[in-house]
């Protein structure tokens, strides 16, 4: 323990940080929880798409991949054992490939470190909320694999992708939009306080669901990240964009869904629907678990929001 | 629960000359004999007390879940939407949730009241409910497949949830079909391991694209929330027509009541009455569940508290219960509304939050 903290005082006074070379890496996780490495990971596995991709793109060295349903895997990791995923991982299987770092998102998985505690293996979580913690994870997944070179660079290339896509947007125009998840059958508004509520802000929208929530302040679940709004509330907002974030096939489910507002009394009364202004993105690039390829999320965002 | 629960209090309520007489294939009711009852009962009043207190509990209810809302409308505004001719955005929703959501919830309380009614009296079995011959769960797992797997056709929703419910039902039957009939007990025993099975196929898609549970979940825990006239229109067909069917069947199910023997040796053909009987209350769930989602309790809790209020007798328990369920549901939605406001949670919570503890208090008073 006093070599570490020795180490660590040294490391300090040499860079002024505790990332270093040769010392012990020590930083706090997206969920605040402490993540300490001997020395840089070699073997990493992540449980989710995200997680796989920023290593891929930092250079790093993979040991397994983790189960991606539907969504076609990189070919650098096929042949690679399969890991699970966040809610099922495989532990007799990621016992076997030895990893020295996993990464995985935390948000909605709340016992994930508990359950891999077995492995004793460093855990890194992710909780992205917004593009500032998706470049922050960036940021901290090069740390622990000693790329901080790859993810500066990443991050600035990252942010200057962001900041073209963000030239697109009109001047002055702020239309106002909803982003759902779900269906006509079921669905939830995404709260402002998320990675796509993030998103939707940085693509010049004006969501609705922020006038919604403000009547209801402190109000218990304003802190949910899918809220169950009523569509009387909808109805007086009236967006002029529905955005619906859906895991089936972009195209299809937009068309489905066009026909299916376009017959409901309630729905077919709001401008977004009269204008057909109600298309479907895909999940991957707007959930949480956000890999380096945002800024294309932003510039769909941006086609979608701003009608072009 | 006092002797108006079990068969006895039938034969007690009968005395009256309600069953005069076997007809054939099965056994008359003469019309003249239900005042006569009405006359004779010390109840009289309060059934009496407990069908009109029950209709203006609904009437108020209806009228509160038209004025309050989300959205928040003064009562001026309301009563213009409803019949002045301006389109405003109060009128919209009014007219296009309000009314239609209320309607829904009259006719989802009454069907799945009117459901348990039946199956319980089938199935001499006061835990019977609509869940209890895979309705809920054969709808559940359709849907689940649908808005994870296809969820370009989440439209094909209520019809297909409907063939769900209906589907297992009828598998359960088969399975429990034996040296041609079918048995409560065989019912019950097929219902809880078909139940556990599509369960375990739901927990099983749902665990393998957890991801996209989230768009499932407003459906289980079965909500009215966007439901609007088209939805009216088909749920009322079956609730109104199996509801009406249904109350045709008081004098079958007080045979039932009276046991397999008496009412086998009163002319009742068992096994067509069950199956007829369950085919009701399989259709008059399914249709709830293909429009609300995995609505419970009201099933469950209905039949009970109104045999509390009313006695055990069909020809007053099935009107008792088509008031007193369509009270509780447009109730329990309008506290869905409100309580967190503008959140909304699921009628179907809301429901079991209030159906659970007043459950169990009925089995402490029982026992």
Same mark, same amino acid.
């Given at each position: 323990?006093?070599?570490?903290?020795?180490?660590?005082?040294?490391?300090?006074?040499?860079?002024?940080?505790?990332?270093?070379?040769?010392?012990?890496?020590?930083?706090?996780?997206g969920v605040?929880?402490?993540? +300490?490495?001997?020395?840089?990971?070699?073997?990493?596995?992540?449980?989710s798409?995200g &997680?796989?991709?920023?290593?891929?793109?930092?250079?790093?060295?993979?040991?397994?991949?983790?189960?991606?349903?539907?969504?076609?895997? =990189?070919?650098?990791?096929?042949?690679?054992? +399969?890991? &699970?995923?966040v809610v099922?991982?495989?532990?007799?299987?990621? +016992?076997?490939?030895?990893?020295?770092?996993?990464?995985?998102p935390a948000q909605a998985h709340g016992?994930v470190?508990?359950?891999?505690?077995?492995?004793?293996?460093?855990?890194?979580?992710s909780r992205v909320k917004s593009? !500032?913690h998706a470049?922050?994870?960036?940021?901290?997944? &090069?740390?622990?694999?000693?790329?901080?070179?790859?993810?500066?660079?990443?991050?600035?290339?990252?942010?200057?992708?962001?900041?073209?896509?963000? +030239?697109?947007?009109?001047?002055?125009?702020?239309?106002?939009t909803v982003l759902l998840f779900g269906t006509s059958q079921s669905f939830f508004v995404i709260a402002p306080h998320t990675f796509a509520g993030d998103l939707l802000r940085?693509a &010049?929208g004006?969501n609705v669901a922020t006038a919604i929530m403000r009547r209801q302040t402190g109000a218990p679940g304003t802190e949910m990240e899918y809220l169950p709004l009523s569509l009387e509330d909808l109805?007086?907002v009236?967006p002029?964009v529905i955005a619906v974030v859906s895991h089936g096939?972009p195209?299809?489910v937009?068309?489905?869904l066009?026909?299916?507002l376009?017959?409901?009394?309630?729905w077919? !009364?709001?401008?977004a629907?009269?204008?057909?202004?109600v298309r479907v993105l895909p999940a991957e690039l707007l959930s949480s678990d956000a890999? =380096?390829?945002f800024?294309?999320a932003?510039?769909?965002l941006?086609?979608v929001?701003?009608?072009? | 629960?006092?002797?108006?629960?079990?068969? *006895?209090?039938?034969?007690?309520?009968?005395?009256?000359?309600?069953?005069?007489?076997?007809?054939?294939?099965?056994?008359?009711?003469?019309?003249?004999?239900?005042?006569?009852?009405?006359?004779?009962?010390?109840?009289?009043?309060?059934?009496?007390?407990?069908?009109?207190?029950?209709?203006?509990?609904?009437?108020?209810?209806?009228?509160?879940?038209?004025?309050?809302?989300s959205?928040?409308?003064?009562?001026?505004?309301?009563?213009?939407?409803?019949?002045?001719?301006?389109?405003?955005?109060?009128?919209?929703?009014?007219?296009?949730?309000?009314? *239609?959501?209320?309607?829904?919830?009259?006719?989802?309380?009454?069907?799945?009241?009117?459901?348990?009614?039946?199956?319980?009296?089938?199935?001499?079995? *006061?835990?019977?409910?609509?869940?209890?011959?895979?309705?809920?769960?054969?709808?559940?797992?359709?849907a689940v497949?649908l808005l994870i797997?296809?969820p370009?056709?989440s439209?094909?929703l209520?019809?297909?949830?409907? $063939?769900?419910?209906?589907?297992?039902?009828?598998?359960?039957?088969?399975?429990?079909?034996?040296?041609?009939?079918?048995? *409560?007990?065989?019912?019950?025993?097929?219902?809880?391991?078909?139940?556990?099975?599509?369960?375990?196929?739901?927990?099983?898609l749902m665990l393998?694209y957890s991801e996209r549970v989230p768009a499932v979940l407003g459906w289980m825990a079965g909500s009215l929330n966007g439901?609007?006239?088209?939805?009216?229109?088909?749920?009322?067909?079956?609730?109104?027509?199996?509801?009406?069917?249904?109350?045709?069947?008081?004098?079958?199910?007080?045979?039932?009541?009276?046991?397999?023997?008496?009412? /086998?040796?009163?002319?009742?053909?068992?096994?067509?009455?069950?199956?007829?009987?369950? /085919?009701?209350?399989?259709?008059?769930?399914?249709?709830?569940?293909?429009?609300?989602g995995l609505?419970?309790?009201?099933?469950?809790?209905?039949?009970? $508290?109104?045999?509390?209020?009313?006695?055990?007798?069909?020809?007053?328990?099935?009107?008792? /219960?088509?008031?007193?369920?369509?009270?509780?549901?447009?109730?329990?939605?309008?506290?869905a509304r409100?309580v967190f406001a503008p959140l909304e949670l699921p009628v179907g919570a809301v429901? /079991?939050?209030?159906?659970?503890?007043?459950?169990?208090?009925?089995?402490?008073?029982?026992?």
């Open positions: 323990m006093r070599t570490v903290l020795l180490s660590l005082l040294f490391c300090s006074l040499l860079n002024g940080v505790t990332r270093a070379n040769s010392c012990p890496l020590i930083l706090d996780d605040g929880r402490q993540v +300490m490495l001997a020395q840089p990971a070699q073997r990493v596995i992540a449980l798409r &997680g796989l991709e920023i290593v891929l793109a930092l250079g790093g060295n993979v040991a397994g991949h983790p189960s991606l349903r539907g969504i076609a895997l =990189p070919e650098a990791v096929r042949s690679l054992p +399969m890991v &699970g995923d099922t991982p495989n532990l007799e299987v990621l +016992m076997q490939t030895a990893p020295d770092l996993i990464i995985a016992d470190a508990e359950r891999l505690k077995v492995l004793q293996t460093p855990l890194y979580l593009v !500032t470049l922050r994870t960036i940021r901290d997944i &090069g740390a622990l694999l000693n790329a901080d070179p790859q993810a500066a660079t990443l991050c600035a290339s990252l942010e200057r992708q962001l900041a073209e896509a963000r +030239m697109t947007i009109p001047l002055g125009s702020q239309p106002r940085l &010049g004006e109805l007086q009236d002029e096939d195209e299809l937009t068309a489905a066009n026909n299916e376009g017959i409901h009394p309630a077919r !009364t709001l401008s629907v009269q204008q057909g202004r890999g =380096p390829e800024p294309k932003l510039r769909l941006i086609e929001v701003h009608g072009r | 629960m006092d002797d108006r629960v079990n068969t *006895p209090a039938l034969a007690s309520e009968g005395r009256g000359g309600a069953i005069e007489s076997p007809g054939p294939g099965g056994v008359r009711a003469t019309s003249a004999s239900v005042p006569r009852v009405l006359s004779r009962d010390p109840r009289q009043w309060r059934r009496l007390l407990t069908m009109s207190g029950g209709v203006v509990a609904l009437l108020t209810v209806g009228a509160f879940s038209l004025c309050w809302g959205a928040s409308l003064s009562s001026q505004e309301v009563w213009s939407s409803l019949f002045g001719v301006e389109e405003t955005v109060a009128t919209h929703i009014v007219w296009t949730l309000r009314l *239609p959501r209320l309607l829904l919830g009259i006719l989802v309380g009454m069907s799945l009241a009117l459901s348990g009614v039946l199956l319980q009296a089938v199935m001499q079995n *006061p835990l019977a409910d609509p869940g209890i011959i895979g309705v809920s769960a054969g709808a559940g797992l359709v497949i797997l296809f370009h056709v439209g094909w209520p019809a297909a949830a409907a $063939f769900g419910g209906l589907g297992a039902a009828l598998c359960i039957y088969a399975l429990a079909w034996r040296d041609g009939g079918v048995s *409560p007990l065989r019912v019950i025993l097929a219902g809880v391991a078909v139940n556990t099975f599509l369960a375990s196929l739901m927990g099983l393998l439901r609007s006239w088209p939805h009216v229109q088909l749920l009322w067909p079956y609730a109104c027509g199996a509801g009406a069917l249904t109350c045709c069947t008081a004098r079958f199910l007080n045979l039932l009541l009276l046991g397999e023997e008496r009412a /086998a040796a009163l002319g009742l053909r068992l096994t067509r009455v069950r199956l007829t009987l369950s /085919a009701l209350a399989a259709i008059l769930a399914a249709g709830v569940v293909s429009i609300g609505i419970g309790f009201v099933g469950l809790v209905i039949p009970h $508290f109104c045999r509390l209020l009313v006695g055990a007798d069909h020809r007053f328990l099935l009107p008792a /219960a088509v008031i007193i369920g369509a009270t509780l549901v447009v109730s329990a939605d309008l506290v409100l429901l /079991a939050l209030l159906g659970a503890p007043y459950f169990l208090w009925l089995l402490r008073k029982e026992g």
